[in-house]
């Protein structure tokens, strides 16, 4: 394990410890934060772990590809479907 290093995460009040390369710490790091910010930005916490993923792999998705304008706002309104149905 030289080349991994053990670090340890909280997300949604979990702590979580995990082994990832050395040179992955601060982007799991700094990916936490944003999945944090993520859950506490959604007001149902019964389910805001699984809208915060949706959300930043949504996130992802659109800025990976060349989705355009009217793909993204169908699949933004998709999310919030999804969210309000959930609710």
Known sequence: ???KEVISLRIASRDITLACPKKDVQGLKEAAN???QEIESIPD???AVILAALNVAFKS???DSDLSEIETSNIANLISKIDSAIK
């Open 45 to 47: 916490k019964n389910n």
């Open 1 to 3: 394990m030289a080349d």
């Open 61 to 63: 998705a659109v800025s």
């Open 34 to 36: 944003i999945l944090n």
